[in-house]
Nanobody, 125 residues
């Protein structure tokens, strides 16, 4: 069992930055691929970014490429999402997720086994 907890959300103005953190505690979590998803009001859950267990490969939603960066510190079992140049359309609840099977279907929510409760990010214009 892996416990996933997000932190670092908040309300900012357009153009600002936020850094989300995800603590993934539990045996083996440092060997799991990890992902960030988001859900805006009235929308489906959307893939944002993913990182392989080694940190060697990263994947992004097209609309966040060049603005968001996913990284991990396996010594601390923590995954980060650095979000720069935030836009109002980035407003959503952001979720961190762990894929214990490392199935490489990074963009598919059902590929992930453990989810956090989510954290609100609000970007005003």
């Amino acid at each position: 069992q892996v416990n996933v907890v997000e932190s670092g959300g908040g309300s900012v103005q357009a153009g600002a930055s936020l850094r989300l953190s995800c603590d993934a505690s539990g045996q083996g979590s440092r060997n799991y691929d990890m992902g960030w998803f988001r859900r805006a009001p009235g929308s489906e859950r959307e893939f944002v970014a993913a990182i392989t267990w080694s940190g060697g490969s990263t994947f992004y939603l097209d609309s966040v490429k060049g603005r968001f960066t996913i990284s991990r510190d396996n010594n601390k079992n923590t995954i980060f999402l650095q979000m720069n140049s935030l836009k109002p359309e980035d407003t959503a609840v952001y979720y961190c997720a762990a894929d214990r099977r490392n199935g490489q279907s990074y963009r598919i929510p059902d590929s992930y086994d453990y989810w956090g409760q989510g954290i609100q990010v609000t970007v005003s214009s």
